[in-house]
């Protein structure tokens, strides 16, 4: 392995990523060189709002994120067949010869958020370094998502880090109570530091969201989720794909007529509205 040059922390500012800020603010653990926020513009304004809150804690404490960002993601699923179908989101649709709910490929995050990760990277550091050095990137993975932990070894000169497996695997942060940093003790540290819980973090229209999602969107956000329902109906026919028609929701109904109340009901009974604690994680934090 090359010798490690710089720390880069990826960050979604939901749970699991702002915990990693939080926790470095705070001297629990060591602190990245940089940290960056790929924003592709539609985040949910739960998440602008807790930047905004988050942000002036952090300063306080050192810690600045950079935020990248040079594509909205609305305009480029919108524009997907003028784009030459490139970057495509996880779009729902059932397959003909299996009649099974299936996923276009998801092309989005690599392109859109490793992609701009690893362009930083190049800025700070240049090709010719990057040739002899590593790289650790940062994500924000508790200990309950281990299964989301990807190989180590992710390219030519990055390695993923995950901080939050790394203190409970090591037990490296002395004195630190919370040394198990599952999505409830990420969230219990917030509640200890005297901070609001961070958001859901991840675009509001991800395919990969799961039914509470789509329930708290409707309830808390009605102009984002009648953003989503006109999505929904955009892309229901994309022209000259082989496959379709697509939709958001992996029920493969239209969002704006699914009766999503029902739907979770199916799923978890009567706890449905207790179960949401929102979120995920990796580059795309879904
Ligand atoms: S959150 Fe979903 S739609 Fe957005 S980049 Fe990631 S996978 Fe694609």
């Known amino acids: 392995m090359n010798e490690v040059v710089l720390d880069v ?3 979604g500012f939901g ?3 702002s915990t990693i800020l939080l926790l470095a603010a705070n001297d629990i653990i060591e602190r990245p060189d940089y940290s960056v926020f790929v924003d592709l513009k539609r985040e949910s304004i739960e998440v602008y709002d807790y930047i905004e809150y988050f942000k002036p804690y952090l300063r306080e ?3 600045e994120v950079q935020t990248y960002s040079t594509v909205d993601i609305l305009d480029h699923v919108l524009n997907y067949e003028t784009n030459d179908r490139t970057s495509g989101i996880p779009l729902w649709f059932i397959a003909p010869s299996t009649g099974k709910v299936t996923g276009l490929n998801r092309q989005c995050t690599f ?3 490793i992609a701009s990760v690893e362009k930083t990277i190049r800025q700070r ?3 010719r370094q990057l040739k002899r050095h590593s790289i650790r990137v940062w994500q924000g993975i508790s200990t309950d998502e281990l299964g989301r932990c990807k190989a180590l070894y992710t390219g030519k000169f990055r390695i993923n880090h995950y901080p939050l497996i790394d203190i409970y695997a090591n037990i490296t942060a002395p004195g630190n109570r919370w040394v ?8 219990e540290a917030f509640k200890k530091a005297g901070l609001k ?9 991800c395919p990969f969201h799961d039914i509470l999602y789509w329930i708290h969107l409707r309830d808390t956000q009605p102009a984002e989720f009648e953003l989503c329902c006109q999505l929904d109906e955009a892309i229901r026919n994309y022209k000259d794909l082989e496959y379709g028609p697509f939709y958001l929701l992996k029920w493969c109904i239209p969002l704006r007529d699914a009766d999503l109340d029902k739907l979770a009901y199916k799923k978890f009974g009567n706890d449905a509205k207790f179960d949401f604690e929102g979120c995920n994680s990796g580059f795309c934090f879904v």
């Open 9 to 11: 922390a990826s960050i």
């Open 15 to 17: 749970v699991q990523s």
């Open 61 to 63: 404490r050192g810690i």
């Open 111 to 113: 392109d859109f958020k």
């Open 125 to 127: 550091l240049g090709q």
């Open 180 to 187: 198990n940093y599952s999505r409830f003790n990420c969230i």
């Open 197 to 205: 819980t961070p958001p859901k973090s991840s675009c509001i229209f």
